[in-house]
């Protein structure tokens, strides 16, 4: 593994039903982030990680959860999904604090809920 | 409020010509701020920072605080800076890496 990755690259998901999107990442990164990228309003923060055994709440949390039993991995799940969740899921990490600030990111997981 | 405000959706220009991205900020800290950018079937990934100064395939950003600004230039575009290039802004200092972004700008250079 480099980098970040992220499972499934794209899932077609019936309303309701639930589902985790994976992501594992390899540079020993404290910090990890879920995002939603959707047309015309960029990125959005759901939920980060500064450290494993502890997650925070983003800018849209809501219908989602998440968990940080390890540095390495950082699902996001969805309880049961709605048809407004269809979008791309990123992934990301970043040392904790200071340093350049800089997040590298996984190659995002499309999802489209019916 | 903490803000990161993109006013393009997209900026169309032909090859050769010169290339800004507008990007403004509210922030009542010291700001740090980011340009990302997304190739074609490519992840997102960071294009520059300003704390850096530097330029990246010849792009440049300057931090104006007076007018709370990080627009990005290029004196020339090429057709392979055709991508999605967001704007970030970090929060909190140095005390965390969270970043909020803006809503992106679509740039797609003309041949």
């Known amino acids: 593994i480099a980098g970040i990755t992220q499972a499934p690259t794209s899932q077609i998901l019936a309303a309701g039903r639930r589902m985790t999107l994976r992501c594992t990442q390899d540079m020993r990164h404290n910090a990890m982030y879920w995002y939603r990228q959707d047309l015309g309003l960029g990125l959005r923060l759901i939920h980060y990680s500064n450290t494993a055994g502890t997650t925070g709440k983003g800018e849209v949390p809501d219908g989602y959860s998440v968990s940080r039993a390890n540095t390495d991995d950082f699902p996001l799940t969805l309880a049961s999904a709605v048809p407004s969740q269809t979008s791309v899921y990123f992934c990301?990490?970043?040392?904790?604090?200071?340093?350049?600030?800089?997040?590298?990111f996984g190659p995002g997981t499309r999802l489209t809920v019916l | 409020a903490q803000r990161v405000t993109q006013p393009e959706k997209l900026l169309s220009v032909f090859k050769g010509a010169p290339v800004e991205l507008k990007c403004n900020y509210s922030y009542s800290g010291s700001p740090e701020l980011f340009w990302y950018v997304q190739y074609s079937r490519q992840r997102l990934q960071l294009l520059l920072r300003h704390i850096s100064r530097e330029s990246i395939k010849g792009f440049t950003a300057d931090l104006n605080k007076g007018e709370t600004s990080f627009h990005l230039k290029k004196p020339f575009a090429q057709e392979e800076d055709s991508a999605m290039y967001y704007c970030a802004l970090r929060l909190g200092g140095g005390a965390t890496n969270k970043l909020i972004f803006g809503t992106g700008t679509l740039l797609a250079v003309q041949p």
């Open positions: 990301a990490s970043s040392e904790t604090s200071g340093g350049a600030g800089t997040q590298y």
